[in-house]
């Protein structure tokens, strides 16, 4: 079964940081490229980064460029993020997604629960 | 970046309905558009990409059309289980979503 289960979230002060993960099964994970995608409480959805299945190539929304660092582990088939300089708008459920092909962006085909960020003094 | 608006924000038919939603994009985007559901409570679940390509597994009730900047997304028989709230998003450029449109049964 293709699974994606996200760790990591929680409480954390204004300026602090905090390192997501997700580990993958079920799929040929260095194959494809992968997202994390937030939703803020009550709001919709907004794509933050990704990686190409490489590793070789990341993209930011300019909304956490500078800030948040996107990386992988491919022996071990996980997916970090990590977030510094936290601001109070970063508070949201974070998904990790998996790319429906070789591309780097396109659809997000498999969700995981996501794992949810506070930002709060 | 790109701009989705998705119209109506929100709707509320009756079982067995049709129903449609647009989504228009702040400039020609070919037709890479995805649509998604999100069921209250759930994570988004893909259901058509490429503007009008079927996810596997996805009920043929669901529809999508459209390539440049318009495109639709149509449930032919609205069903219980499609209260959800959907969204386009669009990779020709990074990844954008629209706000979504929130689907209700009468």
């Known amino acids: 079964e293709v699974q994606l289960v996200e760790s990591g979230g929680g409480l954390v002060q204004p300026g602090g940081s905090l390192r997501l993960s997700c580990a993958a099964s079920?799929?040929?994970?260095?194959?494809?490229?992968m997202s994390w995608v937030r939703q803020a409480p009550g709001k919709g959805l907004e794509w933050v980064s990704a990686?190409?299945?490489?590793?070789?190539?990341?993209y930011y929304a300019d909304s956490v460029k500078g800030r948040f660092t996107i990386f992988r582990d491919n022996s071990k088939n996980a997916l970090f993020l990590q977030m510094n300089s936290l601001r109070a708008e970063d508070t949201a459920l974070y998904y990790c997604?998996?790319?429906?092909?070789?591309?780097?962006?396109?659809?997000?085909?498999?969700w995981g629960r996501g794992t949810m960020v506070i930002v709060s003094s | 970046d790109i701009q989705l608006t998705q119209s109506p924000s929100s709707l509320s038919a009756s079982v067995g309905d049709s129903i449609t939603i647009t989504c228009q994009a702040s400039?020609?985007?070919?037709?890479?558009l995805n649509w998604y559901q999100q069921r209250p409570g759930k994570a988004p679940r893909l259901l058509i990409y490429?503007?009008?390509t079927l996810e596997t597994g996805v009920p043929s009730r669901f529809s999508g059309s459209g390539s440049g900047t318009d495109f639709t997304f149509t449930i032919s028989s609205l069903q219980p289980e499609d209260i959800a709230t959907y969204y386009c998003?669009?990779?020709?450029?990074?990844?954008?979503f629209g706000p979504g449109t929130k689907v209700d049964i009468k």
């Open positions: 079920g799929f040929t994970f260095n194959s494809y490229a």
């Open positions: 490429d503007a009008s």
């Open positions: 998003q669009q990779y020709d450029s990074l990844p954008t």
């Open positions: 400039q020609d985007i070919s037709d890479y």
């Open positions: 997604t998996k790319g429906l092909t070789l591309m780097a962006i396109d659809a997000f085909d498999i």
């Open positions: 990686m190409s299945g490489s590793g070789g190539s990341t």
